[in-house]
């Protein structure tokens, strides 16, 4: 069974850093792109940043690229996503996603993920 677990959300002050944790289990992980969406009250779901655990390759939405970064560690089969310069904005439902397989250039579409976490809160104040 596919599992993907999300924590490290919180309350932060703006300008501040989080790191988002998705501990992932039930499949291998190097053969799933695994992705981070975020959805704010109201606003469609987002996607934030893609990365394939076998090659390292990384995506990132143009809008927060220098802000967030995306990394695995292959020994605990989890992705982190290192938030910083933390905005109001950002405030949203953060949920990791997997799926086997994604076309290229879809990378950040969440329709093409089969596998999703619970979500993590992440709140930011001004």
């Known amino acids: 069974e596919v599992q993907l677990v999300e924590s490290g959300g919180g309350l932060v002050q703006a300008g501040g850093s989080l790191r988002l944790s998705c501990a992932t289990s039930g499949f291998i992980f190097d053969d799933y792109a695994i992705a981070w969406f975020r959805q704010a009250p109201g606003k469609e779901r987002e996607g934030v940043s893609c990365i394939s655990p076998s090659d390292g390759s990384t995506y990132y939405a143009d809008s927060l690229k220098g802000r967030f970064t995306i990394s695995t560690d292959h020994a605990k089969n989890t992705v982190y996503l290192q938030m910083d310069s933390l905005k109001p904005e950002d405030t949203a439902v953060y949920y990791c996603?997997?799926?086997?397989?994604?076309?290229?250039?879809?990378?950040?579409?969440?329709?093409?993920?089969?596998?999703w976490g619970q979500g993590t809160q992440v709140t930011v104040s001004s």
């Open positions: 996603a997997a799926d086997y397989s994604v076309p290229p250039g879809r990378e950040l579409r969440s329709h093409e993920y089969e596998y």
